[in-house]
């Protein structure tokens, strides 16, 4: 008996330092997670990756990032009366949201008080659909080439007398555009308006121009076949970049080339895309980067009598 009492008193201390050494141990595990949570914490936000110090809890960190990100958006939403009430919807990108808009709600097309007379597909979708469709530029050289060869047509859509005057060597002609035709009133309502504002005798669509470019080619059979190089005067481009060559050759964004530079020859090409040609590309640089070039030209007194296919 005494025995057991004297096992019972040594066992007791022993036991009593094991619970404490656990209850250490425990404290300073809490300790360090406690000291590692109050470190630098990650967290996200509408600007990116950031970091959160001073013992800041991640939920209040959360908190901090949405009441900002709010902050930043009403800012951003709301600049004061006289900008919410003047400026807002005249800036570029106002103006561009609502003209995407409208022309989206027309079907693509552009609204006129002329309707069908006047009736045309708005750049911004010619431009979108052009680029989507991945539409080649050739270079005058090659272009010249494939032309002399047999292997492509040149279609000139310029109006017919800039064609009388000169062409490239070889080329059909399908204007796509004409002068205003008929003598009703809103035919002289916009002479008048382009006597107004331009120089230049007005213009209108030509009905005609996807069937002077199929006789071009040859006949329906040959729209999915025969490479049309299509061309006007300047060009254009659907680049919405410029480009610094050399040694240090790099892009460069241009704002004032959201859409890339319109031309005929653009317009002309997505006219025929649109009427089933598959075969199409346009001359970069246009005529007049083709005569700058001097590659032979000729007109209508020396052109032979088929190589015109007037609208």
């Known amino acids: 008996m005494a025995m057991a009492l004297v096992q019972e008193r040594a066992w007791k201390p022993s036991c009593c330092c094991s619970l404490l050494q656990q209850s250490r141990v425990h404290q300073s595990l809490q300790k360090g997670k406690k000291e590692e949570n109050n470190k630098i914490q990650y967290c996200s936000s509408k600007e990116g990756k950031k970091f959160v110090r001073s013992g800041a809890t991640r939920a209040q960190a959360e908190e901090k990032n949405v009441v900002k990100q709010r902050d930043e958006e009403s800012s951003s939403s709301s600049r004061g009366w ?40 708005a750049w911004v979708e010619v431009h979108r659909k052009l680029t989507e469709r991945d539409l080649q530029s050739l270079e005058c050289q090659e272009a010249c080439k494939l032309a002399k060869s047999g292997e492509a047509i040149l279609l000139d859509c310029r109006e017919s007398p800039e064609f009388v005057a000169e062409h490239a060597e070889g080329a059909f002609s399908a204007p796509l555009f004409r ?23 007005g213009t209108e669509r030509n009905p005609a121009f996807v069937q002077a470019a199929v006789t071009a080619v040859g006949g329906e059979k040959n729209k999915k076949s025969k490479l049309v190089i299509v061309y006007c005067a300047i060009g254009g481009t659907l680049d919405t970049f410029v480009e610094r060559k050399g040694a240090k050759a790099k892009k460069f964004k241009d704002p004032e080339r959201l859409f890339g530079r319109q031309s005929r020859s653009l317009k002309a090409a997505y006219e025929l895309l649109e009427a089933g040609f598959t075969n199409v590309v346009h001359l970069k640089g246009g005529f007049n980067q083709w005569t700058h070039l001097q590659l032979p030209t000729a ?8 190589s015109t296919a007037q609208g």
């Open 82 to 121: 006289f900008y919410d009430k003047f400026v807002a919807e005249n800036t570029m990108e106002a103006k561009l949201a609502k003209f995407k808009g409208d022309v989206a709600a027309r079907g693509g097309y552009v609204g006129s008080w002329f309707q069908d007379s006047f009736k045309y597909t």
């Open 299 to 306: 007109t209508t007194t020396t052109a032979a009598q088929g």
């Open 179 to 201: 002068q205003i035709q008929g003598d009703d009133t809103k035919a002289n309502l916009r002479r008048l308006g382009y006597a107004l504002l331009t120089n230049f005798a």
